[in-house]
């Protein structure tokens, strides 16, 4: 019932900027704690950034000083603005979300993700 919809993924050159978004539509009374995670080839998918409802953030160590999360409660999107990417930044990028889709009931979803290749 809860869809999660990304865009803004693409290739840039080292040096460049995206920015990554989230929509939550269908059932949504509320949504607790977003995050941004990626997985690159072989590897295992790792969190990059969190941001809960009150707007605390955090951010993997690797992405500090460059990428930013922030989330719109009003248009139930979340967003990761990256900036000065490096070829080390290509994964593919996947939203989660816990949202609360009834009474004492909140389920995590996934975005489809969203592949963002950055070039040497």
């Known amino acids: 019932q809860v869809q999660l919809v990304e865009s803004g993924g693409g290739l840039v050159q080292a040096g460049g900027s995206l920015t990554l978004s989230c929509a939550a539509s269908?059932?949504?009374?509320?949504?607790?704690?977003m995050g941004w995670y990626r997985q690159a080839p072989g590897k295992q998918r790792e969190l990059v950034a969190t941001?809960?409802?009150?707007?605390?953030?955090n951010y993997a160590d690797s992405v500090k000083g460059r990428f930013t999360i922030s989330r719109d409660n009003v248009k139930n999107t979340v967003y990761l603005q990256m900036n000065s990417l490096k070829p080390e930044d290509t994964a593919v990028y996947y939203c989660?979300?816990?949202?609360?889709?009834?009474?004492?009931?909140?389920?995590?979803?996934w975005g489809q993700g969203t592949q963002v290749t950055v070039s040497s």
């Open positions: 941001i809960t409802s009150g707007r605390f953030t």
């Open positions: 269908g059932i949504v009374f509320g949504i607790n704690t």
């Open positions: 989660n979300t816990n949202i609360w889709t009834q009474l004492g009931r909140a389920t995590d979803y």
